[in-house]
């Protein structure tokens, strides 16, 4: 009993690349989230010419194969990249192959899956509800902060927390963009993948595994958990 549990306990190793992980998905909800919410104002509240092809536009890391993500943040953000090069030529600031720049690929990654229910969500407020503080002489920021973002909660949360999940278990773009090195941009999976690319890995890989099963599944559980409780109370 005793060997078995001390086969499952995890490396200082491996507890680093599960810390970089919280971490670099810690940062990806933190710049993708606020941005989601704007553009799903945006794309729910107002009719602009382009907004259909905005839209698919921003969904496109959806469908997109990650890596395909991941090579297109290199040419955009490289250091040979027109933004790439600003960056680092005026604030030397190099976003490839970094840390940054993991947490910049997991974010564009959970992008459209969070704008994705923000924006259902910002759709389900009834409009009257905003209408009536209108006439009571609120604002547009009045009324967005105070009626339609309250309102809304329940599927941004959810949002935040299901992008922090799929964070977890993004592989394609963080390799392909942020290369795999240990302690600065090895996240789980890529662990993983070392892992079994590696003779005799199968045992880290196993528990690496059981580890990003658990925080994934914790992240979806508390998700459901989250949506339930504020829905209630919104309810109320």
């Known amino acids: 009993m005793a060997e078995g549990l001390a086969a499952l306990a995890l490396s200082q190793g491996e507890w680093q690349a599960v810390r970089l992980t919280l971490a670099v998905a810690g940062r990806a909800v933190g710049f993708g989230l606020p941005l989601a919410v704007l553009v799903a104002w945006l794309l729910a509240r107002h009719a602009f010419p382009g907004r259909w092809l905005l839209s698919a536009a921003l969904h496109l890391p959806m469908v997109l194969p990650p ?26 600031i190099r976003l490839a192959f970094t840390t940054a720049g993991a947490s910049l690929a997991c974010a564009v990654m959970i992008f459209p899956i969070m704008l994705r229910a923000i924006r259902l969500s910002l759709e389900a407020v009834d409009p009257g509800l905003e209408q009536a503080a209108r006439t009571l002489g609120a604002g547009p920021l009045d009324r967005l902060l105070t009626v339609t973002l309250p309102l809304a909660a329940p599927g941004i949360l959810v949002a935040a927390i299901v992008g922090f999940a799929t964070c977890l278990g993004e592989f394609g773009a963080v390799i392909t ?60």
């Open 67 to 92: 890596v395909v993500t991941g090579w297109l943040l290199l040419l955009v953000f490289g250091i040979r990249g027109p933004v790439g090069a600003l960056l680092h030529r005026w604030f030397d």
């Open 177 to 236: 963009f942020a290369a795999n090195i240990p302690g600065q941009t090895q996240t789980l999976p890529l662990a993983i993948y070392s892992a079994l690319q590696s003779p005799g890995g199968e045992a880290a890989a196993a528990r690496l595994s059981l580890m990003s099963m658990a925080l994934a599944l914790g992240g979806l559980v508390l998700s459901e958990w989250v949506g339930r409780r504020l829905q209630a109370a919104i309810g109320r």
